[in-house]
C-alpha cells in the first residue's frame, strides 16, 4: 500500500481551472496505477481518470473527458488531475486512489486511498 495525500481543491467558478495533486508516500508508487474518483452529495463514488504506472496509458469518464487531464511524475511521487472549463456538476469530493491494477480501476477496486479534497464549482 501507499499512503496518498490530496491537496488543491477549493472554490471556483463554472469555467473555471483547477488542479489537484495527490503525493504518494512508499516505494512502491511507481509500479502503482494511479487514479482519480469523486463523490457528490447524496450520490455514490464515482470513477474520473486514471494513469497506468508507466503514464503511458490514461482513461476517462465521459462526462470529464476532453476537460480533465491525469499526469503522473514518478520521480516525485505525485499525479495530478488538471481539470478545465469547470462546472457546477463537478462539484464533489475528489479523491486519489492507487492500485496495481489499471485496467480494473474505473470499478474503484483499488487498494489505497487518500482522505478527499473537496471541489466546488459555483454557477
Known amino acids: 500500500q501507499v499512503q496518498l495525500v490530496e491537496s488543491g481543491g477549493g472554490l471556483v467558478q463554472a469555467g473555471d481551472s483547477l488542479r489537484l495533486s495527490c503525493a504518494a508516500s512508499?516505494?512502491?508508487?511507481?509500479?502503482?496505477?494511479m487514479g482519480w474518483f469523486r463523490q457528490a452529495p447524496g450520490k455514490d463514488r464515482e470513477f474520473v481518470a486514471a494513469?497506468?504506472?508507466?503514464?503511458?496509458?490514461?482513461s476517462y469518464a465521459d462526462s470529464v473527458k476532453g476537460r480533465f487531464t491525469i499526469s503522473r511524475d514518478n520521480a516525485k511521487n505525485t499525479v495530478t488531475l488538471q481539470m478545465n472549463s469547470l462546472k457546477a456538476e463537478d462539484t464533489a469530493v475528489y479523491y486519489c486512489?492507487?492500485?496495481?491494477?489499471?485496467?480494473?480501476?474505473?470499478?474503484?477496486?483499488?487498494?489505497?486511498w487518500g482522505q478527499g479534497t473537496q471541489v466546488t464549482v459555483s454557477s
Open positions: 486512489a492507487a492500485d496495481r491494477d489499471y485496467y480494473y480501476m474505473y470499478l474503484g477496486r483499488c487498494s489505497s
Open positions: 512508499g516505494r512502491t508508487f511507481s509500479s502503482m496505477a
Open positions: 494513469i497506468s504506472w508507466s503514464g503511458g496509458a490514461t
